[in-house]
């Protein structure tokens, strides 16, 4: 849950950033969060929430 949650900050600040500095119009961020939610019912969910797990713990075994 911690991992949504994080996920949902970060690309939110992304797309307000996108909508501040490169011109994103607002249509188009509303376009692309209803994208996610189809996606989100859709039958790629799992393929797609077991890929951000994966990639979230690559970048969690990362040692600096």
């Not at 692309?32 to 951000?52: D, H, M, Q, R």
């Amino acid at each position: 849950m911690a991992l949504s949650i994080s996920a949902v900050v970060l690309l939110a600040i992304i797309v307000f950033l996108l909508i501040k500095k490169s011109g994103l119009k607002g249509g188009h961020a509303v376009a692309c969060v209803l994208l996610g939610f189809y996606l989100a019912s859709s039958s790629v969910a799992p393929t797609i929430n077991e890929l951000t797990t994966n990639v979230a713990g690559m970048i969690e075994d990362i040692k600096f």
